[in-house]
T-cell receptor, first 112, second 116 residues
């Protein structure tokens, strides 16, 4: 079965710096990969989707890369703000199974 | 668009009672809905996948008689926790795929269940 590893359970950075979160997976390469943000006591909110034939996707201060050779996705938040503090989840979609598998998430704290 | 609601947002019940949680897609039709549970500081654990008009597909280890799922329409799915026990206390979250665009899962706000 697919295994997903997200870097360190917690990541602390200073406001204004770039946060980089990692999502590594084993086994098959997914048709697409998604990143979600989850705040405490709330459901995840969709941020970005990147397909297996795409290398990079951007949305405002967010950037996602997808390397199917390394089996890795990187999620960047530039010019980070305290409001970016949350848990970020990556999810890999399995076409055959018709469902996504979620990583455990990385909790980002941006300090002012 | 793509808003998913859940009701109730939190519920406290006595052990042995049944609890029903509703998941609605407010501004789109959902071909498929998913039910997850999440324990503190842990990731989402998929419980079951439900398609409108058909029986839900449960993940391995999830008791289908314990967690009854009904997907009666393209905008509503319900999860009923039958004979709830303290170990069923958790955060339950639903999500939905938009009809015609089954790529992004839109999540509800979650339901916190506490069984005393």
């Amino acid at each position: 079965s697919q295994k997903i590893e997200q870097n360190s359970e917690a990541l602390n950075i200073q406001e204004g710096k770039t946060a980089t979160l990692t999502c590594n997976y084993t086994n098959y390469s997914p048709a697409y990969l998604q990143w979600y943000r989850q705040d405490p006591g709330r459901g995840p909110v969709f941020l970005l989707l990147i397909r297996e034939n795409e290398k990079e996707k951007r949305k405002e201060r967010l950037k996602v890369t997808f390397d199917t050779t390394l089996k890795q996705s990187l999620f960047h938040i530039t010019a980070s703000q305290p409001a970016d503090s949350a848990t970020y989840l990556c999810a890999l979609y399995n076409t055959n199974a018709g469902k996504s598998t979620f990583g455990d998430g990385t909790t980002l704290t941006v300090k002012p | 668009g793509a808003v998913v609601s859940q009701h109730p947002s939190w519920v406290i019940c006595k052990s042995g009672t049944s609890v029903k949680i509703e998941c609605r897609s407010l501004d789109f039709q959902a071909t498929t809905m998913f039910w997850y549970r999440q324990f503190p500081k842990q990731s989402l654990m998929l419980m079951a996948t439900s398609n409108e008009g058909s029986k839900a597909t449960y993940e391995q280890g999830v008791e289908k008689d314990k967690f009854l799922i009904n997907h009666a329409s393209l905008t509503l799915s319900t999860l009923t926790v039958t004979s709830a026990h303290p170990e069923d206390s958790s955060f339950y979250i639903c999500s939905a795929w938009k009809r015609g665009g089954a790529e992004t899962q839109y999540f509800g706000p979650g339901t916190r269940l506490l069984v005393l």
